[in-house]
C-alpha cells in the first residue's frame, strides 16, 4: 500500500545547512552603498545584524554546522513529514504522484523559525536582549517572537497595518509569544510618522515595515535588527527542507520530476529547492528535477520587475541589492498572501532564475484559492494563502500529466497552515477577491524614478 505519510527519526533532523553562493552559476553582484558606489563592507551590516549572521550572509562555505542547541530546539517539530497527496490525485484522475513537505507543523505554523530560531541564538550568544523585525502575513512575526522566547530575548514586531487588520489573531500570537506589536506605519518611529502624516490611512507595506524595525535597532541599546527573508542567511537556514525531504524520497524509492514553491523574499522555496539543485550539479540525481517559484499577479517581481539594483526598502536605508524589483516604492494591492507583497526577491533566487536554472510563474489569487480550496476538500489541510500558489502550479502540473499521461512525481512545499487566514477563504467563498494584475506602465514608471535618483545605476560594473 501506498504511504500517505513519509517520516524520518528526531536524529536525522540535518546537521548543517546547505549554502547555494559558491555553487552559483555565477557570482553574486555585490550589495552597494549607494553613497560610494562601492560595495558594502561586511563589517557596516554587523551594526545591524548578529556578528555570526552577517559571516554566513557573505560565507562562500558549502556546508555551515547548526549549533546543537538550535538542533535541540528544531526537535519541537523536525523532522517535518513529507505526504502523498492521495486523495487530490484521485480527484483530478492523473497518472501523476504528488507529494508535499509540510512546515504548518511548528509551533508558529509556518517554515519561518527554522531562520527564526537560528537567528535568535546567535543574537543570544553575541549578548544582544532585544531584536526588532517587520512581519508581513504575521508569520515571521510569530516565528521570531517564538524564537526570541526560546532564547529568552526581547523581541518587537512591526507589522503591515492592512495584515494587522485582517489578521488580528496573528497579532495575539506574537503577544502570547512575549512580543510586542505595532501595526506599521506606526507612531513609534520618526519614518513611520513620516508616512502617516502624508496618509493617515496607509494600508503600510513591507518596504515601509523594514524601514521602521531598522530605525527602531538602530536607535535602541543592544538591539539588532533581523530579517525573515531575502537574505543569504535566512536561505540557507530553510535548507534542513530539503536535505530532510531527499532522506524521506530515498525511503519510498521516488524523486521528484518537479519542484514546485512560493516566492515572497524567496526563503521557502530555497529551502526546499537549493538541496535538490546541489544534489543535481554533484551528479547524484537520478532526474533533471524542473523547478518552479511562483509569485501572484499583484506582485509579479521576477515575472514583470526589472533584474536591476534597488534598495530592500522604502526609505531607503538599505543597502542596493542586485534583484528582481517592482521599485521600493511599490505600494501592493490587498491580496491575502501578505507574505508575497514584496517588491524584490533575495539576489540568489534572481541570478538563479535569470541564468534559467528556475522557472518563474505568477497567479491571481482567485485561480490560487479555487487551488487552495480543492486541496482542503481533498487533503483536509487548510493552507495558509502563500503557499497555495504553490497548490495552483502543482495541480496545474499533474493536469499537463493527465493530457499526456506522464507518470511524474511532484512535490510542492506546504510551508504554512491558514488558520490565521479564513477570512481570506471566506472572501474567495463570497466572490469577493480581485484578480489583480500589477500593470507592466506601473514597473516602467517606478525604474524611471529610481534611474532619476541614481543616475548611474545602470552603469555599475557588477
Ligand atoms: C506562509 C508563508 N509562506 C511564504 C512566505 C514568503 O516568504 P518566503 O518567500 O521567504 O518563503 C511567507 C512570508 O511571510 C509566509 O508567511
Not at 110 to 118: D, E, G, I, Q
Not at 123 to 139: F, L, V
Not at 164 to 169: I, L, N, R
Not at 203 to 211: N, Q
Request: proline content about 8%; overall charge negative.
Amino acid at each position: 500500500m501506498d504511504k500517505v505519510k513519509i517520516f524520518l527519526d528526531e536524529d536525522e533532523i540535518p546537521k548543517k545547512w546547505y549554502n547555494i553562493n559558491p555553487d552559483l552559476p555565477k557570482p553574486l553582484s555585490p550589495p552597494i552603498d549607494p553613497k560610494t558606489r562601492e560595495p558594502v563592507n561586511p563589517e557596516v551590516l554587523m551594526a545591524l545584524f548578529a556578528k555570526e549572521l552577517v559571516k554566513q550572509e557573505v560565507s562562500t562555505e558549502r556546508f555551515i554546522d547548526i549549533p546543537e542547541e538550535v538542533r535541540e530546539i528544531y526537535r519541537l517539530w523536525r523532522p517535518s513529514p513529507l505526504f502523498r497527496a492521495l486523495n487530490l490525485e484521485k480527484e483530478l484522475k492523473t497518472p501523476a504522484r504528488i507529494y508535499y513537505k509540510y512546515e504548518g507543523v511548528s509551533p508558529p505554523g509556518s517554515h519561518k523559525p527554522n531562520t527564526a530560531v537560528a537567528q535568535a541564538y546567535y543574537n543570544m550568544k553575541e549578548g544582544i536582549e532585544r531584536i526588532a523585525t517587520e512581519t508581513g502575513a504575521g508569520q515571521w512575526g510569530s516565528a521570531l517572537a517564538f524564537g526570541c522566547q526560546q532564547m529568552g530575548l526581547e523581541c518587537q514586531v512591526y507589522m503591515v497595518k492592512i495584515s494587522y487588520d485582517q489578521k488580528p489573531f496573528r497579532a495575539l500570537m506574537m503577544q502570547a509569544y512575549g512580543a510586542g506589536i505595532v501595526p506599521s506605519p506606526s507612531q513609534q518611529t520618526e519614518f513611520g510618522r513620516k508616512i502617516l502624516e502624508a496618509n493617515p490611512d496607509s494600508p503600510g507595506s513591507l518596504g515601509i515595515a523594514i524601514s521602521e524595525a531598522i530605525e527602531d535597532a538602530v536607535t535602541h541599546d543592544n538591539t539588532k535588527y533581523a530579517l525573515g527573508s531575502v537574505l543569504n542567511h535566512v536561505l540557507l537556514h530553510q535548507t534542513v527542507i530539503g536535505q530532510e525531504t531527499i532522506k524521506q524520497f530515498e525511503l519510498i524509492d521516488d524523486y521528484p520530476d518537479v519542484i514546485c514553491g512560493c516566492i515572497g523574499g524567496g526563503s521557502s522555496f530555497s529551502g526546499i529547492s537549493w538541496p535538490f539543485y546541489y544534489h543535481k550539479i554533484t551528479g547524484k540525481a537520478p532526474k533533471d528535477t524542473k523547478i518552479i517559484a511562483i509569485e501572484p499577479t499583484a506582485c509579479p517581481s521576477v515575472t514583470k520587475g526589472k533584474y536591476m539594483y534597488d534598495h530592500g526598502d522604502t526609505a531607503r536605508m538599505t543597502p542596493l541589492l542586485k534583484m528582481h524589483t517592482l521599485g521600493h516604492e511599490f505600494v501592493p494591492a490587498p491580496i491575502h498572501a501578505g507574505g508575497l507583497r514584496y517588491h524584490g526577491m533575495a539576489p540568489q533566487v534572481c541570478l538563479m532564475a535569470d541564468q534559467g536554472k528556475i522557472e518563474t510563474r505568477a497567479y491571481n489569487q482567485i485561480d490560487v484559492f479555487e487551488a487552495a480550496s480543492l486541496f482542503v476538500k481533498t487533503e483536509g489541510i487548510i493552507p495558509a494563502p502563500e503557499p497555495s500558489h504553490a497548490i495552483k502550479a502543482a495541480i496545474d502540473e499533474a493536469l499537463k500529466c493527465k493530457e499526456t499521461g506522464e507518470k511524474k512525481t511532484i512535490l510542492f512545499l506546504l510551508c504554512g497552515h491558514g488558520h490565521f487566514d479564513l477570512a481570506a477563504f471566506d472572501a474567495y467563498y463570497s466572490r469577493k477577491l480581485q484578480p489583480y494584475e500589477y500593470p507592466a506602465e506601473e514597473v516602467e514608471k517606478s525604474m524611471h524614478k529610481l534611474k532619476e535618483i541614481y543616475p548611474w545605476i545602470e552603469d555599475l560594473p557588477y
